[in-house]
């Protein structure tokens, strides 16, 4: 292969990389994390540990169940991305985030928003689902986009005649790593007592 053939090949593969990197930059966080992830947790919005946790739980519990959903919890337009003209137009974003994800996940898929709900499930009818949904009003802040969403969860499964809650004795990821950091310790300690009890034997045995 000569120079000029390498250098073009180069730069072709650089393109590549540069339009793939641009793609992966646009659009919506949300379309890109609830391709493998049930739920969508803004980046800008802080929740108390232990009840992002349950709402996680929840979301996985309906699911085990039967109840196939994926959430997307938008508090505001810094989460939307590239397509912040969409904010504050839940049913909108409902529909555009299915296409987003229709060819890895065609089942139903929630968006909360600081003004109400959106709900897109592919071939399926969705204004049925609305009344379920706005009878319930989000209260300000990201605890209450929080609420909204688990009243969201439970009332669109009781609708479905399937029954979950949000577990109550789930650890937090703190609460996970102090845990382990604990085993971690305690197997230390244990190996240490174990190495100090192999020397006193072998120091017996020689006498």
């Known amino acids: 292969m000569t120079a000029a053939r390498t250098l073009t090949l180069l730069a072709s593969?650089?393109?590549?990389a540069a339009i793939g990197s641009t793609a992966r930059a646009d659009g919506d966080p949300a379309s890109d994390y609830?391709?493998?992830q049930k739920v969508f947790f803004p980046f800008d919005a802080k929740f108390p540990a232990k009840q992002q946790a349950q709402f996680a739980g929840?979301?996985?519990a309906a699911n085990r169940a039967g109840f196939k959903i994926r959430v997307a919890l938008i508090s505001s337009s810094y989460d939307m991305g590239s397509v912040t003209a969409l904010y504050r137009k839940p049913r909108t974003y409902a529909r555009f985030l299915g296409e987003e994800l229709f060819f890895l996940y065609k089942q139903r898929l929630l968006v909360v928003m600081p003004n109400g709900f959106g709900f897109n499930w592919p071939k399926q009818k969705t204004k049925p689902h609305y009344p379920i949904l706005n009878t319930h009003q989000t209260k300000p802040g990201s605890t209450g986009l929080l609420d909204a969403a688990q009243t969201?969860?439970?009332?669109?499964?009781?609708?479905?005649?399937?029954k979950v809650t949000a577990p109550t004795g789930i650890a937090t990821p703190e609460q996970r790593?102090?845990?382990?950091?604990l085993i971690i310790i305690a197997a230390a300690v244990a190996a240490?007592?174990?190495a100090a009890a192999a020397r006193l034997a072998l120091r017996r045995r020689r006498r």
């Open 152 to 162: 969201a969860v439970q009332r669109l499964t009781s609708s479905a005649g399937i």
């Open 58 to 60: 929840l979301v996985e």
């Open 177 to 181: 790593n102090s845990h382990d950091r």
């Open 13 to 16: 593969i650089l393109a590549a």
């Open 192 to 194: 240490l007592l174990l």
């Open 34 to 36: 609830l391709l493998t």
